[in-house]
Every structure is written in C-alpha cells, then in structure tokens.
C-alpha cells in the first residue's frame, strides 16, 4: 500500500535497528508522546528490538485517558437525556464513567450515536431539529480544527440544536508539566507527528531549550518511530538538544496556519484537569464568549456533578513516564478491557490496551 | 465470486401479488390463509424439493447408502450446527442476509468437514418489510443453497411487530455427512503443522461496515460471503488424515479463531504478518479506522491446519478452487507459548496476538 508499505520495510527497520545499538553507549528514557506512536511500538515489535539501555516511556497523548472522569460522568448524564442525540467518536464509547460507559446508555435506550467527523454532528442537528445533537469534543490539537470547523459551521447556519462537550487538551503544557516535574524521568521526546502537522513545532523550541532537551517530531510507521527513537539517542549522545523533524513528509516548522487561525477564532486556552494527572495551567480549550452558546455543560447545566478519580488506577504515573502499564498492581487482574478501572485500558490509544492486547505475556511480571 | 446481483434477484418476479401485500403483515405469520400463501407460493416455489414439498412437521431425510451398515467406510458420524443471522444492512456489497445464511451454517459443517444433507430455515419476519425484499432474500437463499448443493428442506416463519425486529432475522440449522478417513477436530493442531487461509481477510466485515457508515472508497469493497463445502472436499482429498483442523474465521476474525484453537488444543500458534494475505483496499480501511483485519469477520474464508508433509498439496488445491486463488501459508503451531498467538510484524518484530475483548471501535485521531 503507498505510503504505508515504504514505512514498514523490514531491510530498512533492520538498519535503524542497527543503527540505534551503534549509538547507544549508556541508558537513555525516551517518551513517545502520542498513544498512536505507543500502540504502533508494541504492535510492531519495536521495543523488543532495541538495546536494553533505551526505556521507552509512554506519553499523555491519548485524548480518551486524559479526559477527567467527571468531564465523562457528565457525558453520560446529557447522553441520558430523552431530547438529546448524544454523538462522540468511537473509542470514546467504551470509556467508564464513575457508574457507566456511553454503550451501556446507548443499551439503555439513550441515543447514543458514533460519528466519523463532527460534521457529521452538524448535519445531523440540521436533520433533527427537534433534537438537540451534542458532539463529545475530546481530543488535542488534532482534532481541534475539526471541531472548531463544527461550530463555526453550527454558527453560520444559525443552528439552536448543536452543541459540543468540549475537552480540548494541548500537548506544550504537558510536556512541560512532565519535564518540570522534580520526579521526571524523560530524557527525550518523541513529539507526535499529527499534532505537529497542525500546530509546526515553534513552540516547542522554548521547551526544548529551557529544559535541554531533545525532541525529535515523529510519525506513526514503524520505520518513522525507529528513525525517531535513532535521531533522539544521537542528540543525546552528542549531547545536543533543540527540536528535529523526522516527520517532514507532513511537518513543518509552522504547521497548518488557517487551521490554527480558525482554532483561535473559537476556542481560548484554559487550565484543564488532565485524569491522574490534576489541574494543568493553560493546557487546554475552552469555547471563547462568542461562541459559549455551543457550550453543552453550560446548555445542560451540569455543573452540580463532581466525581474523584479511582484511587487505584495509576494512570496518571503511567502517562507521565513514571511507570509502565504492568507496573500497576491493578493490571490485568483488576483492571481488564472487559471491566476497566481507567481508560487508558480501553482507548485504542491507551498504553495499558497496548500492553494488555500486543504484549502482555511477554512482560517479565 | 459470483453472487446475485440484484438485477437477477428481481428477473423472476415476486409471487405474492404485491398490488394485495406490498409489505409483510402480522398475518402472514398468524398460521392462516395469509401465512400458507406466503409458504406455498413464496418459500415452496423458490426451495422447490420433495422432502419440503411434503409439509410435514419436519423432514425425514434418507441417509445416503453410505450409511448403511454393509458400507460404513463411507462415513458414519454426521454433524449438526446452527447458526442466527441478523445483519444490517440486509443487501449489501457481495452478498445479503438469505445468501449468508446459508452459507454460514455450510461452511459450520463443512469445518467438521461435512458433506451438508440438508438446512432447515427459521424466518423472523418484521412487520412492513416489503414484500419483494423478502422475494430476493429467499431467491438468495435459495441461489446459495443450490450452488453448494444443498436443499432447504424444512422451515418455520414468524412475523414480530414494526419496531420489534431489523426486517429479517434467520436462523438456519444444517446437518451434513462426515466421510471415513476424515478427522478434523481443533484438539489435533500440533507443533509442526502449517497454518493456511484460503485468501485475503476482513473482507466481509469491511464490506458491511462501509455500507453500514456510509464510508466510501475508490472501488466498493465486497463481502467474501461463499460456501466452502467445495474447497473443503478438495482440501480433505489433497490431505486427508493430515487435515488436522479446520475452521471458518467468522466473527472475531482469524485472530480470535486461532486463538480459540491455540487454547483448546494446548499449542502456540505464530502467524508471519506479511504472508498473510489481504486485499489493498481492505487494508486501506483498516487504517484509516484504525482497525485491524485479523480481528474483521470472513464469510468465505477457511483456515486449514496441516500437517507439513500435506502442506503444498493442500496449498495447491485451495488455489486450485475459485475461491482459492489467494491462499497461502501464513503461519504454524509451536509447542512454545501454549495456548496463546504470537505474530511476527512486517518489521521483524513480535507481538501478542490476543483474544478481541468487545467490538472495534473506529478512533479519534
């Protein structure tokens, strides 16, 4: 297949894999930030090919298990009502809330719908409008276009019926959560290649160098994280840091700048809690005044619901590089995909699914 | 693979005057005049054969003489499956449910490696179906039927409220005829043998998801929907005793087939991912959804676990047959890791091939 086939040649894999043991002379942690990247490294085999010295920790980047548990409760309390047409993307459905997920609404006679776009949503509030359509707006900068685009359109068409759950997460702040944090492990980032083709990585260059250290923009393919991972270690065993792009086929310096534009025309940044994690400064987006009508915790009300975070599921620790998913006393055993305690254990993007479903036997525990 | 198309399906037409019944009532299920129209004019008229014609509570089928007691080396042991079809869409790329029906409960036998002797057919009926659906259902059904030589040979039909069913639900039961000298059985996979498939995976369930989501691609990709009691007689001649299992990947996908083998019969089995085969637009999808095609449902496709010394005999009747062109070995039982998959990645790597917990769901980003 083109451009997927030229990235999982095994000849070429086996050079960076050669590559990465000729340069590594002492131990390194690298983070791969997005749970796409995590998911392709476990499913490919890339961690068992590589010298013992390098520890690939996994990243926040996965929309679905950095969303707060309460931002899900409430979810599912709008999901629960008879006007509403609840929509979200697919690996949101399974994602437990404190006493539900979205597919056991939808078992209940809640009308709960997957939809491939939030354009999707839009048009469904045009087709329904004697429903109110809510769209569960989870995601990073990737998706932020996507949805901003929503409402704009929602906006434009005068439309009374849509509105979006919005959970905006912004990957800068996390990275600088994990590298300010006094218990931090990551020596290097492997920035993820998607949010990058949206936001360019200027921004990351302040972090990179106030922290000292490597970050290498990389994609998804088995042979773009090998060549990332390789890029990252060279920087780290010549000591250099600053931001490189093995993603340039889809990155660039600056990113997709009508995309940022329409994303500051409707969104602002605002301090997020991040499950596990706890509140982030500035770290994610919320709708700006112009647009707050498209605000469903504000059009639902559902302000009164508060809810804690499990206190066995570690997470957080997990998504900061501190641990790796086997690591917790509740995996597996506990905590399954068939009854998770928290979402990274069933997102498509979470590092624990990724262990659990490609690796689990495989881990020394 | 040839299927009716609906251009065919419709050449002969319906024979319930549909100017009286454009829809099915709950009549047509109550037992009276309505109910033995539909049965004499529809289901008697397209079935055509003597043991249905008789309308007897249940048919007597006459055991081939190979059941006779003078000529046991036929074949003595007959088997017996069922199985429920509740697809939506009804007609879709490839196939629809009354074809699949059949070919579902033929391919359960032949993985016992039957001969199939006869099918029974359970239609639920919804209340408003149009008529001349259920025409080209029970056309299809018995177009499948004939093809792999098989008569529907007793039935029963039931009409539920609008609102209570999704058009046509239909279970069909088979029983079918197992040759002496024919053994196959999941408990026999051992270390050694070969792991073949007739041809590309996740056909079908690509198929039916596409339609269902309106997602479209360049060329419409088409369900495998086929009986396989013809492929599986030729691969029972080219190995015989050394066919150790066989089974059809349904839903689930080869992995969860492979898996449920690995576990019964206490082996490792470890798949090669780039021998497996796998149409481009089939894969395509997949990644753009982020599923993965070992886990997507096959309708025509058969695994066939052999002994090594039959293996290129048995690989070269699959490609011998229509519905072999693109067989090939894609892997082998191991006596490490019992009970679990292992797949070798394009890149070289390992990973864990685990059970499927729950459906795919398509991700965010």
Not at chain 2, 219 to 231: C, G, K, Y
Not at chain 2, 264 to 269: F, I, N, Y
């Amino acid at each position: 297949m083109k451009f997927i086939d030229e990235y999982r040649n095994e000849a070429e894999a086996q050079q960076f894999v050669r590559l990465i043991h000729e340069v590594t002379t002492q131990p390194w942690t690298l983070m791969e930030i997005c749970g796409g990247q995590t998911h392709t490294i476990i499913k490919s085999g890339i961690d068992r090919l590589l010298p013992s010295e390098i520890t690939l920790v996994h990243g926040p980047g996965c929309p679905v298990c950095v969303t707060p548990l309460e931002l899900i409760d409430k979810a599912i309390a709008i999901a629960r009502r008879p006007e509403v047409i609840f929509t979200s993307f697919g690996d949101m459905m399974r994602v437990p809330g404190s006493d539900a997920d979205l597919l056991s609404i939808k078992a209940q006679g809640g009308d709960v719908r997957m939809v491939y776009s939030p354009l999707d949503a839009v048009k469904l509030a045009q087709q329904n409008p004697e429903r109110q359509v809510v769209f569960f707006a989870v995601g990073f900068e990737t998706t932020a276009p996507a949805n901003a685009m929503a409402v704009w359109q929602a906006k434009q068409l005068g439309l009374d019926n849509f509105s979006i759950l919005c959970s905006h997460v912004l990957v800068p702040p996390a990275m600088e959560a994990i590298l300010g944090s006094p218990l931090n492990l990551v020596q290097g980032f492997l920035a993820a290649g998607h949010v990058c083709a949206i936001m360019g990585y200027w921004e990351y260059e302040p972090i990179a160098e106030k922290y000292q250290t490597p970050m290498v923009v990389t994609g998804f393919e088995p042979l773009d994280l090998l060549q990332g991972i390789a890029m990252t270690v060279q920087m780290l065993e010549e000591g250099r840091w600053g931001v490189e792009n093995q993603y340039s086929r889809a990155v660039t310096r600056e990113g997709n700048v009508p995309a940022q534009n329409l994303m500051k025309q409707v969104f602002r940044a605002c301090d997020r809690p991040w499950r596990g994690i706890g509140v982030i400064p500035a770290s994610g987006y919320c709708l700006r005044a112009e647009y707050a009508q498209f605000d469903a915790a504000e059009r639902f009300d559902v302000s009164g619901i508060e809810t804690q975070e499990s206190t066995i599921c570690i997470a957080g620790e997990i998504m900061q590089g501190l641990k790796k998913p086997h690591e917790c006393p509740a995996f597996g055993t506990l905590c399954t995909p068939e009854k998770p305690i928290g979402a990274p254990m069933v997102s498509s993007e979470g590092a624990c699914a990724a262990y659990y479903q490609y690796g689990r036997i495989m881990n020394p525990s | 693979m040839t299927t009716n198309t609906p251009d065919l399906l419709t050449a002969l037409s319906c024979p319930i005057p549909i100017s009286d019944y454009p829809t099915v009532l709950m009549a047509h299920g109550g037992g009276g005049s309505l109910s033995q129209m539909l049965i004499e004019r529809m289901f008697l008229q397209a079935f055509d054969n003597p043991t249905l014609e008789l309308m007897h509570d249940g048919a007597v089928i006459n055991l081939p003489p190979a059941m006779s007691e003078e000529n046991q080396g036929e074949g003595t042991r007959l088997a017996f499956s069922t199985d429920s079809f509740v697809v939506n869409p009804l007609f879709f790329p490839g196939g629809d449910i009354g074809s699949l029906a059949v070919h579902g409960t033929v391919n359960d036998l032949a993985m016992c490696g039957a001969r199939p002797l006869g099918l029974s057919a359970g239609l639920i009926l919804e209340e408003g179906l149009p008529m001349d659906d259920l025409w080209r259902v029970v056309q299809s059904m018995q177009g499948a039927a004939q093809k792999a030589g098989v008569s529907i040979v007793t039935g029963d039909t039931k009409v539920v409220d609008r609102g209570k069913g999704d058009g046509v639900f239909i279970n069909t039961t088979g029983i079918g005829l197992i040759p002496a000298g024919v053994h196959v059985s999941p408990l026999r996979a051992q270390p050694g043998d070969l792991v073949l498939i007739n041809g590309d995976i996740a056909d079908h369930g690509i198929a039916i998801m596409s339609m269902r989501e309106g997602l479209e691609f360049e060329t419409a990709i088409e369900s495998d929907s086929a009986s396989l009691n013809d492929l599986v007689e030729g691969v029972l001649a080219a190995g015989g005793e050394h066919v150790h299992v066989l089974r059809d990947p349904t839903r689930g996908g080869v992995a969860s087939a492979l898996n449920e083998i690995a576990q019964k019969a206490g082996v490792g089995v470890q798949l090669v991912e780039k021998q497996i085969p796998i149409q481009e637009q089939v894969r395509g999808a997949c990644e753009i959804l982020g599923f993965d095609p070992l886990y997507v449902a096959n309708e025509g496709k058969c695994i066939a676990i052999v002994a090594p010394e039959a293996a290129d005999e048995v690989l070269a009747a699959m490609r011998a047959h229509p519905l072999g062109e693109n067989a090939a070995i894609i892997g082998e039982v191991v006596a490490e890791h019992p009970r679990r998959v292992f797949m070798r990645s394009r890149i070289g790597g390992l990973r864990v091939v685990d059970m499927l917990s729950g459906e795919q769901l398509p991700r965010i980003c």
